[in-house]
């Protein structure tokens, strides 16, 4: 093919090339390009302010999350909340028919919410002291920060410990704890009478055993080394436990005790003393280490034939053997020993024998008192309880509530004037050995005399003989009862308000302990007490 002819073919295309190039490359005129510019910016410009309002939105919108969030979180984890009261409970009650199962789940709440942070806590106690309010007592040489306290079956499994502390008691109890895991009485064994805000129960001392309680209680002090930077394992067990966290090795927390109550198991039989006290000397050598306070039951109205050890002699010997545990304690500081005494031993004789069996026990103080197995005149016939609750009231085990106040006021009144006497005198036929007779004292060495009726008589003979120095002899008396550790009284059973908690705390308790009042009242009961107590502080003057 020629030059010529190639030089055609380069020319010439086909339409098909032609038309696909026209698609490639349109020809657009020049006055489209400048009309569509203005119209392209007014675009962009409202895509912008579309964009700026939506950031807005947005910003308000997350704006509010958190600040619901905030204040939710504020409210909710607040123990003055009235949604704990007024809707908790209430909702706890109707969801779970059986009380038990209200309480564990209201437990596990309290576990899990702790576990996260969201747990309801005490958030003005601070601000009211500063107020000149200040409720802080001493009690076993610590300042606590208020006198209030919970008592043991709140928190039977030693769960949720810090929990409590944080809704503002001073003393938390928990347990109690038996040797060996016990399953308890058969259910139900829980009775709700909502119209007078009490219980009855007949738990039996469910426990899951004094080792699984340790266990838990050793890996809260081990966690709390942890946590603020004191190492771990058990070096730095010990160092908390021996004071050098600077807070009480049982609560954990500077101003509050943690109490640790134990029992001896159901099968161990009542009339083998030894038995009885090998099993209460066994939870002490478990939980002593981790305890401020150890309670002693004997006082459920639950376990056969337990009531029957607040005589004298098995008392103080089970007594004894408890106090002697405490104090072989690893610690640099033992714990205190408290005895849980029954509001049904009211007799004379029975107060007399059991106060007799804590002087000579070395027991540091005594608890007053625990559920009652009576019913009679419990509640005034005046009062109309539904025919269920006519019913429940005839159930078998301990009841606790409202009604219990004046018989829980009663009894902190007369143990306290008996501890405050001093310890009985010792059995006359020691007495001889040990001191000579005083002359014109014969009538002060009956049986039965007081050490205040003792003084009475020294003083009536010192002056009826016209002696110089009686006061010196009186005073010498005088001072020797001083030199006893003053015995401590918490006191629980009924107390539902502050004024009832002042009264407790004037009749000579040191603290006031709530059980049927939180479960009826919600988390925040604590706080609401101890602003009717600063109320009524501030009325009185």
């Known amino acids: ?16 090339s032609r038309l696909a190039l026209s698609r490639c490359r349109p020809i657009i005129p020049r006055a489209s390009l400048q009309s569509a510019r203005p119209a392209s910016t007014a675009t962009a410009t409202a895509a912008d302010a579309r964009s700026l309002v ?8 997350g704006t509010s999350i958190f600040l619901f969030g905030a204040f939710g979180y504020l409210y909710i984890t607040d123990t003055r909340a009235g949604v704990h009261q007024w809707l908790a409970v209430p909702a706890l009650r109707w969801i779970y028919p059986d009380a038990e199962d209200a309480h564990h789940v209201g437990t596990q709440a309290l576990k899990a919410l702790y576990s996260f942070g969201l747990h309801p806590r005490e958030r003005n106690s601070k601000v009211q002291d500063s107020k000149g309010s200040d409720l802080s007592v001493e009690v076993f040489g610590h300042k606590l920060q208020n006198p209030i306290g919970t008592s043991a079956g709140i928190d039977k499994l030693a769960e949720i410990p810090d929990a409590l502390l944080a809704l503002g008691p001073a003393i938390v109890e928990v347990g109690g704890a038996t040797p060996y895991p016990q399953d308890g009485n058969p259910k139900p064994r829980v009775f709700r009478l909502p119209s007078q805000k009490a219980l009855i129960n007949r738990y039996g001392l469910n426990s899951l055993g004094a080792e699984d309680m340790a ?8 966690l709390f080394a942890y946590h603020n930077g004191y190492g771990i394992g058990e070096e730095a067990e010990e ?10 090795p049982g609560s954990l927390v500077e ?12 099968f161990t039989k009542d009339e083998d003393l030894d038995a009885v006290r090998r099993d209460y000397v066994y939870c002490v050598e478990m939980l002593a280490p981790y305890a401020d306070i150890l309670v002693v039951n004997v006082s459920s109205p639950n376990t056969p034939g337990l009531r029957a050890l607040q005589r004298v002699e098995p008392l103080t010997k089970i007594l004894k053997g408890v106090v002697g545990a405490a104090k072989s304690v690893n610690r640099k500081t033992a714990p205190k020993v408290m005895v849980k005494v029954s509001p049904d031993e009211d007799q004379d004789e029975q107060i007399e024998g059991i106060v007799e069996a804590i002087w ?33 009231l005839d159930e078998q085990g301990g009841f606790s509530g409202p009604h219990m106040f004046e018989r829980t006021l009663a009894l902190v009144k007369r143990y306290r004037r008996l501890l405050d006497e001093g310890p009985p005198p010792p059995p006359k036929e020691q007495s001889k050995d040990s001191r000579k007779p005083v002359a014109g004292l014969a009538t002060a060495d009956e049986p039965g005399s007081t050490i205040a009726e003792k003084i009475e008589a020294v003083k009536d003979s010192l002056i009826g003989s016209g002696g110089a120095g009686s006061v010196g002899v009186a005073g010498s008396l005088t001072d020797g009862l001083a030199g006893h550790d003053q015995k401590v009284i918490f006191a629980t059973g009924g107390i539902t308000n502050g004024k009832q908690a002042l009264e407790i705390l004037n009749a000579g308790a040191s603290v006031a302990q709530i059980y049927t009042a939180l479960i009826y009242g919600g988390v925040g009961t604590v706080s609401r007490i101890k602003k009717e107590m600063r109320e009524e502080i501030e009325k009185r003057g």
């Open 360 to 392: 000579r026990s070395g027991v540091d103080g005594v608890i007053v008192g625990n559920t009652t197995k009576r019913r009679h005149n419990l509640i005034p016939e005046h009062v109309d309880l539904t025919p269920k609750e006519r019913q429940i």
């Open 255 to 266: 101003g509050k005790l943690l109490a640790v109550q134990v029992a001896k198991n159901k």
């Open 54 to 61: 939506t950031r807005l939105k947005n910003l308000l919108f």
């Open 215 to 222: 266990m838990r209680l050793r890996e809260r002090v081990r």
């Open 1 to 16: 093919m020629s030059h010529a002819s190639l030089r055609s073919l380069r020319i010439i295309r086909p339409p098909s």
């Open 239 to 248: 160092l908390v436990l021996n004071g050098e966290a600077g807070v009480p």
